[in-house]
Structure formats: C-alpha cells, structure tokens
C-alpha cells in the first residue's frame, strides 16, 4: 500500500481546478454511499421497507396499487396487502381506494 499526504489548504485551487483529483473524490466517496446504503436495506425488514417507501418514494406519502408496489418492493401482493392492512389495524395509514393507501401521520412508528 502506498500511502500520499499533502496540505490540502495550502493546494485548494489546483485541486479544485484538477478534473482527475475531482473525479477521485466523487467516485471514492459514491462508492461509500453505495456500500452504506446496501448495508442498511439488507438488515431491514420488509415492513420497514415498506413503510421508508412510503415515507420517501411515493408522492403525500400514498401508497397507489398493491400490485405496481409489490413488484418495486419485491414481494408479492399478498405480503405487501398483509403488511398494509397490519399498518391500517396499528393506525398508521389509511385505506383511501382500492390498493391505496396514505400514511395516516408521521410519527416514530416502531415496526415490528
């Protein structure tokens, strides 16, 4: 392993300025995000998938058709109905059609 150091206040414009350098730190640093992101959403469960899908992916927090979700979430539909109508019964959502449902209030719901 070979290991450089240097004054990065004393060189900040000529790094700035270097493309190569740039695009070291930007795909050093992707591949951290990837990695952390990856380690996080192996050890969640698929309630906890569901609900942080809910919570950041679907627009006003609704959840539209059990079926187009399932496929994203991958599980089946009977699992994700399963999971929402747990979510409705705990009231953390609400059921506002067929296969739609909306978070019902955010809160630090414990999913279990």
């Not at 414009?13 to 380690?39: G, P, V």
């Not at 959403?41 to 079926?67: H, P």
Request: glycine share 6%; charged share 20%.
């Amino acid at each position: 392993m070979l290991c450089l150091t240097f004054s990065v206040a004393g060189n900040e414009e000529n790094l700035l300025a270097n493309n190569q350098f740039l695009r070291l730190i930007c795909r050093n640093m992707s591949d951290k995000l990837l990695t952390a992101t990856m380690y996080d959403a192996v050890s969640s469960s698929l309630s906890e998938r569901v609900w942080n899908y809910m919570q950041f992916k679907c627009e006003n927090g609704t959840l539209k058709g059990v079926e187009k979700n399932a496929f994203q979430l991958h599980c089946s539909e009977r699992q994700l109905q399963r999971i929402m109508n747990g979510f409705q019964s705990k009231g953390m959502v609400k059921k506002i059609g067929k296969g739609t449902y909306q978070i019902e209030k955010v809160n630090d719901w414990q999913i279990y």
